[in-house]
């Protein structure tokens, strides 16, 4: 029987007309995925499964809520302690004691930090990052390599023309109503290139005020790597901040820097740390954290109860079952999943990104089409899958075993629409809009 998806696209007909493009993120445009085929909307989710609005079940092999939710949906321990939370009262004049629970519980997890702010989104949390390494060193400009969010402090980096930032920027993010007075704050650098962040003290002696980057996404950091920018770092009076909004709990309890044992003075924690509800962490040392103390940084909704409350169950089950060891076996399976059902079709593919965060492509030029084709045939088998998948602790041995007979068909439908020239005829709708390219 023919999936049904009219409520669906009738509501994404809505929301163009009521939202500047449709969505609030980009990353869950329907565009990116399989355009006039992918549900877009949902009406429930539990465990690692989804209903649309025309009350199809998925099952979601996918983004997992762009990865915020790493237990996977619903999860019964961080939901019963949320409803508890609201019971007894999210807000009130008071603060909430949760706050300090939670600030101790991360303290514990990285000995080297001993402060913590909070918001409630990785976004907004690293602007609050940059803020505050830019008032203790009192300096405007930020080196940074990575994706870190939508807010003036990075999007100015699309401000300065250089055709050297090519290969740096973001294709397609225009930075207007970016002040212009912010050209040349934000100077990029690539990850694993010292050499590229070395030009750039050189260039700018005694201005750069932060270094901001993930210690990993992708890619494990070359050897040596961390180490020199934590060296460069100290040598030269700059804050260095860690974003970890992506890459934390993934591969271990806490954030990945603990891996290769590099102190930051400032990381930022999001997505994982709170399984969907919106929670952002702020974490340094005090000797630097203080400095937020001399600009203003005050919001009525980070006093909230709700996030530092999953925050605090979210964090104590990674602890107690060991969640990023699951993580990593179900992504090795994934991983593999694709390289075995390529090989068996000749299909060429790359394999990228951490067990956890695991990516691949079509190496074509009609690459983009024949991932649209694989996002529109899983769809049919009423799977959501892309060219992500984004592991959490629900995806179970059952879900991994349909994944795989499902792409052992799919690449076997594709390289026959490969051989027979007739791609373009089997594909239901428009190609898919090829997404962010990631500055690392």
Known sequence: MKRKIKNSL???????????GGTQLLSKRSEMFAPNQWPGYFSSASGVY???????????????????????????DVDQAVEECIKKGNSSSLNCAEEIILADLMTELHPWSSMVRYSRSGGEAMALAVRIGRAFSKRDRVAFCGYHGWHDWYLAANLNSSSELEDHL???????????????????????????LKKLLEKYPDEIGAIVMEPLRSEFPKEGFLEEIRELADQNQIVL????????FRINNGGAHLKFKIEPDIAVFAKAISNGYPMSVILGKESVMQAAQ?????????????????????????????????????????????????????????????????????????????MTLFVQLMLERNILASNRFYASYAHNQKNVDEYKDACNDVFLQIREAIQKGKLDQVLSGPIAQSGFKRLN
């Open 170 to 196: 973001l294709p397609g993010l225009e930075p207007n109503g970016v002040p212009k007075g912010l050209e040349g704050t934000a100077l990029a650098f690539k990850y694993n290139d010292i050499d590229s």
């Open 294 to 370: 001399s600009t203003f940084i005050s919001s009525t909704y980070w006093t909230e109860r709700i996030g530092p409350t999953a925050a605090i169950a979210t964090i104590e089950k990674f602890i107690e079952k060991d969640v990023s060891s699951h993580l990593d076996k179900i992504g090795n399976q994934v991983q593999g999943i694709w390289s075995e059902c390529a090989a068996k079709h000749d299909l060429d593919i790359h394999v990228s990104g951490l067990p956890a965060l695991s990516h691949f492509s079509f190496n074509y030029p009609d690459g983009q089409a024949m």
């Open 241 to 248: 901040i860690f974003d970890e909004i992506t890459a934390a």
């Open 10 to 20: 009738n509501m994404q007909k809505r929301a163009k007309k009521r939202i500047p």
């Open 50 to 76: 989804v209903y649309d609005l025309d009350n199809n079940k998925y099952l979601d092999m996918s983004i997992m809520g762009i990865g915020a939710n790493v237990l996977g949906y619903c999860d019964p």
